[in-house]
């Protein structure tokens, strides 16, 4: 499965993608816990506590953001989908 990394969480992340070997019975909490175990830099960026992402980053699960599906971050993933995680945005003009 891929996961899609933008902003900063990308030279974290080395790169755009990454891609997970997805099992049978895989969450998306579990995808995002293989990733950042193998680059614990990143995981200081999007997990608060084991298992919790900060409440500012958000993970959309194939285009969908994970905070309005049943089962958010438990959310059963497969080998073809795809993740995305987006860190805080800000920005804008300040007129």
Known sequence: ???NFY?????L???????????????????LES???LRPALAEKIWHA???LFDHIHVFINGRQ???????????????????VFPPVGGGSAR
Request: glycine share 8%; proline share 8%.
């Open 35 to 37: 990733v950042t175990r």
């Open 13 to 31: 992340a080395g790169g755009k993608t990454v891609e997970v070997n997805a099992h049978a019975s895989m969450t998306a909490r579990e995808a």
């Open 7 to 11: 902003a900063d969480l990308r030279l």
């Open 66 to 84: 994970s905070v309005f599906l049943p089962q958010g971050l438990e959310t059963p993933v497969r080998p073809e989908d795809t993740l995305d």
């Open 50 to 52: 084991p298992g919790q």
């Open 1 to 3: 499965m891929q996961i």
